[in-house]
């Protein structure tokens, strides 16, 4: 008993030191401000000179633009601001359509809030649909697209959406990109898509897609798409595919041995060539 005694005294004499160190330490807000911006110490030793940014060491000038070093700003808008007196209309052009691809890019990544809403198969018909792509469900032989105003699609997750077809021949902005092909994670009724005519469909979107959905497709029309030997390869990977649709290679005696290999890996395969227009 006297022990336990011994002890919470002792506890109760460490607490208040403790409490009453740190509200003499305790500074308020104006203080901070009147005391001005001390130096930054790492373990009780003033922070070394060269570790400090260039705009914060001693001796040099702070201009106007140190606001954009604080930011950190890209190369090209850096680049814009030094043509500023001899800048020209194709430059400002330039700049745009770099602006808008990147606009693009974040519109079409995936929003994992969109699939905890909706589920994944609905958030993919709001996705698509949206994008002036079209989209047929499970059973149904009719393709949900058109005037996204006259579309009434649920707000909530309802069961029994369950994506079966992906049309992407009219996605909007020159098609559909690698961000937007994890929109298609989730869908395990998917057999039939069509990328028809998207430009920046590319080895890395077919690699992705083949990693989602190798497993369920069945149909996919790549014609006009950025096709290469590698992207035969990641072709490869999908198990179930059984009917291949892309532009006619030519020449290239590099794609043609790969679709044959493709063949080869895959015997139920069954490929058809289109004249690029």
Sequence with gaps: MAFNIKNKNLLRRIYSIR?????????????????????????????TEWRKPWIKREGEQISKLNIFVEKNPSMSILN??????????????????????????????YLPERVTTLGHNLAAVHFFTYRQATVRLRGSKEWIGGDITELKLPSRFIDGYFVEAVD????????????????????????????????????????????????????LDITGCNI???????????????FLVLTDPGDDTELQAALSCLEEENPDILIKTEMPT
């Excluded at 992705?208 to 959905?213: D, E, H, P, T």
């Design 19 to 47: 409490h009453y160190s740190e509200s003499e330490n305790k500074t308020s807000i104006y203080e901070k401000h009147e005391a001005g911006p001390q130096p930054r110490k790492v373990y009780d030793q003033v922070y």
């Design 80 to 109: 814009a601001m030094q043509k500023i007196p001899h800048i020209t209309f194709e430059d400002v052009k330039e700049w745009w359509i770099q602006m808008k691809e990147l606009q693009e890019i974040e519109n079409q990544k």
């Design 168 to 219: 992407c021949t009219n996605f909007h902005r020159n098609g559909i990109r690698y961000e937007g092909i994890q929109n298609l994670t989730g869908l395990n009724f998917l057999k039939w898509l069509s990328l028809k005519g998207n430009k920046h469909v590319d080895v890395w979107c077919l690699d992705r897609l083949a990693g989602q959905n190798g497993n369920s497709l069945e149909y």
């Design 228 to 242: 290469c030997v590698g992207s035969i390869l990641a072709l490869a990977r999908m198990r179930a595919l059984k």
